[in-house]
T-cell receptor, first 114, second 110 residues
Framework: AQSVTQLDSQVPVFEEAPVELRCNYS??????LFWYVQYPNQGLQLLLK??????LVESINGFEAEFNKSQTSFHLRKPSVHISDTAEYFC????????????FGSGTQLTVLP | EADIYQTPRYLVIGTGKKITLECSQT?????MYWYQQDPGMELHLIHY???????EKGDLSSESTVSRIRTEHFPLTLESARPSHTSQYLC?????????FGPGTRLTVT
């Protein structure tokens, strides 16, 4: 069975500083990997995904994540955060062909301080 | 832009009432899901569906029930609401690779 571990439940960071949100997964087969973002009182929005190909994936708002198969990790990074990045971030994994699809981590609350 | 809708967005209701949370999607997806999420906590899968007339229970035991008689519609029903049902309920549908989420229904049972 697959599982996802988000190592930090809360990450406070000052505006314009870099940030890394950590995600490790376990699975016996190849996987797809996702980062979702959730703003207060809203549903989840897809931030970026790794399906195949280049191990470095980027979002339109400056986030990036790198799939590291040997370390079974998919850490999310941004070189300079903004106040508007304050949100809950969820890492998720799925196994190709699985109807259940996604297993979520417990989430990381990113708080950007002025 | 994903088109998945949930109503109501907020619901406050008394103990013992029957409630139905609505979820609809216009993308023609076969797979749909219901998650329960307490504030600031992880998501727990409570129901999912492969398609019309197919429903399965998820990881978290729930007293709710679901039905899927149309592809676009996946309502969740609580026959008798209790304070322990207070939570946020998120509906999602998926294509081959990713899930698309609705805005959620925040339920409070008093």
């Amino acid at each position: 069975a697959q599982s996802v571990t988000q190592l930090d439940s809360q990450v406070p960071v000052f505006e314009e500083a870099p940030v890394e949100l950590r995600c490790n997964y376990s699975s016996s087969v190849s996987v797809y990997l996702f980062w979702y973002v959730q703003y207060p009182n809203q549903g989840l929005q897809l931030l970026l995904k790794y399906l195949s190909g280049s191990t470095l994936v980027e979002s339109i708002n400056g986030f990036e994540a790198e799939f590291n198969k040997s370390q079974t990790s998919f850490h999310l990074r941004k070189p300079s955060v903004h106040i508007s990045d304050t949100a809950e971030y969820f890492c998720a994994v799925s196994e190709p062909g699985s109807a259940r699809q996604l297993t979520f981590g417990s989430g990381t609350q990113l708080t950007v301080l002025p | 832009e994903a088109d998945i809708y949930q109503t109501p967005r907020y619901l406050v209701i008394g103990t013992g009432k029957k409630i139905t949370l609505e979820c609809s999607q216009t993308m023609g997806h076969d797979k749909m899901y219901w998650y329960q999420q307490d504030p600031g906590m992880e998501l727990h899968l409570i129901h999912y569906s492969y398609g019309v007339n197919s429903t399965e229970k998820g990881d978290l035991s729930s007293e709710s029930t679901v039905s899927r008689i149309r592809t676009e519609h996946f309502p969740l029903t609580l026959e008798s609401a209790r304070p322990s049902h207070t939570s946020q309920y998120l509906c999602a549908s998926s294509d081959r690779y990713e899930q698309y989420f609705g805005p959620g229904t925040r339920l409070t049972v008093t």
